[in-house]
């Protein structure tokens, strides 16, 4: 399987009156056909800079990208014209936000916004579109699809809400979903069945799915791969499996030390000291040397390379070097 | 499909809006005028422009109930008929602002930058002339005429409504549907018609009722000054105009074109309160 999606030295800028925002400064991965790829990472790191991008939807002003490129099945969508991008939006890269609540258009009804989106790249009938639109929210698990097609969003909950995002980003089969945090503004039981339906539609589909999330048990249970974000950059990449068995990097270490489990008895959470860098003047060098514990004197001086330091397994640290 | 699942959004101000009183009031006054513009030829008792010396000035009576002008024509007939002028000048010239302003503001809140900029300036040195002096030089220029009034008082009404569509655009792109359209490859038009304006409507609708109250007495004031609808036409402020030479010997003659313009004006407003309020409900507290 060869990779659908390559993102190479990606660069994105804010220009502001307060400076310029370095909020991606060299990001690269790659996601392979019909993989999971978690991108995990704190607040702020530019996870949804990274999705936007990708969607060529960086609001210009301020936000521009410098340098890098994305390789999409083989065509670099950085050079794509608005109108070449257009339509790749929604038929072959799709996206699901984070709040279902804002997500949907309250002045129509969710049958026709669906429909709205099959009909504006195939030029189905509208009709025929609503059937399909129909038949689509019967398999991400809506009750009574014929009924609800004719629901307005305030009508629904915020599970269903979402239930019908994800119906509207599979309508077009597209080879890539992006999801930014689908569930972080569900409830925990809502949650898991979003998730597993993901995972589901994902199998039944083939597409490729890019996750975005905080949120380190979600990535867990639904990622193939993962890579971790730090401040604007990729700071280790690998399998799931390795990547939480064995993690490298001094940051991925503190992320998984930072969840509480309820098998060991402590009262104080573990905590990762300092805070997240301001991205208008990042730390020079390692951009979380200011954090890291295994601090050394090159780490001040030179940002460590993304480098396998085990197969399939690579890390941006001065301490796996050599 | 149950009863429930087809409500419209609508329903819900239009449940608000029956509750308020003086909405209603104002409801109904404005539909009111309206009949009275479009039935003018069916309800008006004389011809409004029929004079007849020898009733001048005739008070108020059975068969002329708000009495007679100084040539002597019927004013309840007069008053009529000049609701459908007022009621044309009206619709067209806020037609003619709401095309305007609406897209100016939609370009600019939607596309921000420079564009947005060099509109709002623009629109900012027409908010500095004082309205009634813009369009009393309009007028003045292009000369006193019905199709002139009605371009110089869309004219003078375009910077509010683009003012308040910007403002409406700017929140409503704010949310992530907006952005959820352009990821399903909507193009710029269809997202600024079909997402970010249909969402930005009520502000839009309370300006509009707001509006047509500022135009009428902009109307009648010019009309009052002359240079709004000529003589012989009914129009309420040129009515006024005439008729005020007779103020002392007659007041009748003034004043009931005066209280058509008042009662017409506060009409308008109470609807556009009541919108306000039905449309907004959380603006309320």
Redesign the interface.
């Known amino acids: 399987m060869g990779s659908l999606l390559e993102v190479k030295d990606l660069a994105t800028y804010f220009y502001t009156d307060e400076g310029i925002i370095k909020a991606l400064d060299g990001v690269s991965f790659s996601i392979d056909e019909g993989e999971i790829l978690g991108l995990v990472g704190e607040t702020g790191c530019g996870k949804s800079v990274t999705a ?1 991008s990708i ?1 060529g ?1 960086i609001p210009s ?1 301020p936000g521009r990208i410098v340098r890098g490129s994305i390789l999409f099945n083989g065509r670099e969508l950085l050079s794509l014209s608005e109108r070449q991008m ?6 072959e890269i ?2 699901i ?3 279902p609540a ?7 009804r969710v049958g026709f916004q669906v429909a ?2 099959i009909w ?2 195939l030029k189905t009938p509208i009709r025929e579109a609503l059937l399909k639109a129909a038949e689509l929210f019967g398999r991400v698990n809506i009750p009574d699809p ?2 609800a097609i ?3 969003p ?2 629904l909950s915020g599970g269903m809400k979402q239930r019908v ?1 994800i119906a ?1 980003a599979l309508s077009l089969n597209p080879k890539l979903l992006i999801a930014d945090e689908p569930t972080t503004a569900l409830d925990v039981s809502i949650q898991a069945q979003i998730l597993s339906l993901i995972k589901r539609l994902q199998r039944d589909y083939g597409s490729s799915v890019l996750l975005i999330s905080h949120d380190l048990g979600v990535i867990s249970t639904m990622a193939h791969r993962v890579a971790v974000m730090y401040s604007g950059l990729i700071v280790e990449e690998g399998r799931a499996e390795d990547l939480f068995q064995k993690p490298l990097h001094p940051y991925t270490q503190g992320l998984l030390a930072a969840i509480p489990r309820v098998d060991e008895d402590k009262s104080e959470l573990a905590v990762i000291e300092g805070t997240i860098p301001d991205l208008t003047n990042p730390p020079a060098g390692c951009r979380f040397h200011p954090r890291c514990p295994w601090v050394m004197k090159i780490c001040e001086a030179e940002r460590p390379p993304l480098k396998a330091v085990e197969p399939k397994h690579k890390v941006a640290c001065h301490a796996y070097a050599g | ?2 009863k ?6 609508a329903h819900a101000a239009w449940r608000r809006l029956k509750k308020n009183k003086i909405a209603i009031a104002g409801l109904f006054i404005v539909i009111l005028y309206v009949a009275c513009a479009i039935f003018a030829p069916h309800i008006s008792p004389h011809d409004p422009t029929k004079q007849s010396l020898a009733d001048s000035f005739l008070m108020p009576n059975a068969e002329h109930l708000l009495g007679c002008d100084e040539f002597g024509r019927d004013i309840l007939s007069r008053i009529i008929w000049g609701a459908r002028i007022s009621l044309l000048i009206q619709v067209s010239s806020v037609i003619v602002a709401l095309l305007v302003g609406i897209s100016l503001g939609a370009l600019g809140g939607y596309y ?2 420079k564009l947005d900029e060099l509109i709002m300036r623009f629109m900012d040195i027409l908010l500095a002339f004082p309205g009634m002096l813009l369009a009393l030089a309009i007028v003045a220029m292009l000369g006193p005429s019905v199709r002139n009034l009605i371009v110089a008082i869309g004219i003078y009404s375009v910077p509010q409504f683009a003012r308040i569509t910007r403002g409406a655009v700017l929140a409503v792109s704010a ?3 907006v ?9 710029d038009l ?1 997202v600024i018609v ?2 970010v304006l ?2 930005a409507l009520s502000p839009i609708i309370v300006q509009t009722t707001l509006r047509m109250a500022t135009v009428l007495l902009t109307a009648s004031g010019l009309g009052f000054l002359g240079l709004g609808v000529q003589p012989p036409n009914p129009e309420w402020g040129t009515m006024l105009s005439s008729a005020r030479m007779y103020l002392r010997s007659a007041p009748h003659v003034a004043i009931f074109p005066g209280l058509a313009i008042m009662i017409t004006v506060l009409g308008f407003n109470f609807l556009g309160d009541g919108l306000q309020d039905a449309l907004n409900p959380r603006l309320k507290e």
């Not at chain 1, 804002?102 to 129509?108: E, K, W």
Request: aromatic share 8%; hydrophobic share 30%.
């Open positions: 936007t969607m939807l002003p257009r339509s790749i939006r929604g038929r799709a996206m936000f984070q709040d804002s997500s949907l258009n309250p002045v129509f709205e989106a504006a790249h014929l009924a004719s629901r307005y305030h009508q995002m509207m | 499909m149950t429930e699942s087809t409500k419209r959004p921000g930058g949310n992530e549907y952005l959820g359209a352009k990821a399903i490859g909507e193009s269809s079909r997402y249909p969402n």
